[in-house]
């Protein structure tokens, strides 16, 4: 049996998606985290080592990081056609996309959110060079691999969702947001989330 350790209206929603997407078994651990204003305490119940979600409880396996759940997920329900098996010709790709989302994309939207971009021309190359990857993929498109819809589409479509604000206008990416927020899974998935905190104290 699998165990989401998931906050509302936290980077663990994306995973509650995936899972609905992935058709797997699957129950929910509704936690409290600190939030980013600071309210919320760390629980208990949590077994993440930093006290965050997600994290990813698979028999006594324990899967912690955005990108390493959805990668621990799309492996293990293959039939699902949500990730690339070992040996296919998309694997590498597959790989990239996760690991650009959390080691490049994130951190360059967090920097635009913040506005440390701002005065600093390193900061702001790296944002465009994220948009501009974005962009070519999506205009190529209908989905950010190709032809496939994959956990990549809802590991960077959740982020751009609550993003969107601080992302340049796009009719292209208007279309493939809300395409994929329009999936089923992700109705299931939003019903799921539990009662988001208010506004203020999502981190
Ligand atoms: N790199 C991690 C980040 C996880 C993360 O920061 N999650 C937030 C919720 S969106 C959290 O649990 N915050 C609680 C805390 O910082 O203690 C991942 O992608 O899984």
New binding site residues.
């Given amino acids: 049996m699998l165990t989401l350790f998931h906050?509302p209206w936290?980077?663990?929603s994306r995973l509650l998606w995936l899972l609905e997407e992935a058709g797997a078994p699957y129950d929910i651990c509704y936690c409290d985290?600190?939030?980013g204003d600071g309210s919320g305490a760390?629980d208990a119940r949590n077994p993440h080592p930093?006290?965050?979600?997600?994290a990813l409880l698979h028999e006594d396996v324990l899967v912690?990081?955005?990108?390493a759940?959805a990668l621990y997920v799309t492996d293990l329900f293959p039939g699902a056609g949500l990730g690339a098996p070992v040996g296919s010709p998309e694997r590498g790709a597959y790989l990239t996309w996760l690991a650009w989302i959390?080691g490049e994309m994130e951190p360059a939207f967090w920097a635009k959110i913040s506005g440390a971009t701002e005065g600093d021309p390193a900061l702001q190359a790296r944002y465009d060079a994220v948009v501009v990857r974005l962009f070519g993929a999506l205009e190529r498109g209908p989905y950010l691999m190709g032809q496939r819809f994959t956990a990549v589409d809802v590991m960077a479509g959740s982020a751009l969702a609550w993003a969107r604000d601080h992302v340049p206008a796009s009719a292209v990416l208007d279309a493939w947001l809300e395409r994929i927020l329009d999936r089923p899974a992700n109705a299931v998935a939003t019903a799921r989330d539990g009662t988001p905190p208010v506004l203020s104290q999502v981190?």
């Avoid at 930093?50 to 997600?54: H, I």
């Fill in positions: 906050a936290s980077r663990s985290i600190v939030r760390r930093d006290g965050k979600v997600p912690t990081e955005s990108a759940v959390a981190a």
